[in-house]
Nanobody
Framework: VQLQASGGGLVQAGGSLRLSCAVS????????MGWFRQATGKDREFVAA????????FYSDSVKGRFTVSRDNAKNTMSLQMNSLKPEDTAVYYC???????????????????WGQGTQVTVSS
């Protein structure tokens, strides 16, 4: 199973970007998929996640109201629409998938089994 993240780039503060994550290889039966990010010199942090069944979404406080996570189960893809971007959103963004993730762990990177390679998002002030 491979995850491929794309859509990163350079954008001015207040702008928008849309990240995509494509899953290839064997069909992935995942409980949830998520986005994490890591800024230079900082730990990886949770951004957003979506459960396969029911489509419940979860966001970090820092992106709630600005970012929207969605998933197309038929195409095995996940997207992250990022609006009103801020310089502090600058980071490498990673997509991840987990086969068995309990609700209480959905924000924990250790709960995810598969990871994409990351895509750089840079927001200029």
């Amino acid at each position: 199973v491979q995850l491929q993240a794309s859509g990163g780039g350079l954008v001015q503060a207040g702008g928008s970007l849309r990240l995509s994550c494509a899953v290839s290889g064997r069909t992935l039966s995942s409980a949830a998929m998520g986005w994490f990010r890591q800024a230079t010199g900082k730990d990886r942090e949770f951004v957003a996640a979506i459960r396969t069944r029911g489509g419940s979404t979860f966001y970090s406080d820092s992106v709630k109201g600005r970012f929207t996570v969605s998933r197309d189960n038929a195409k095995n893809t996940m997207s992250l629409q990022m609006n009103s971007l801020k310089p502090e959103d600058t980071a490498v963004y990673y997509c991840a998938a987990g086969a068995r993730i309990i609700l209480s762990a959905i924000r924990e990177s250790d709960a995810y089994d598969y990871w994409g390679q990351g895509t750089q998002v840079t927001v200029s002030s």
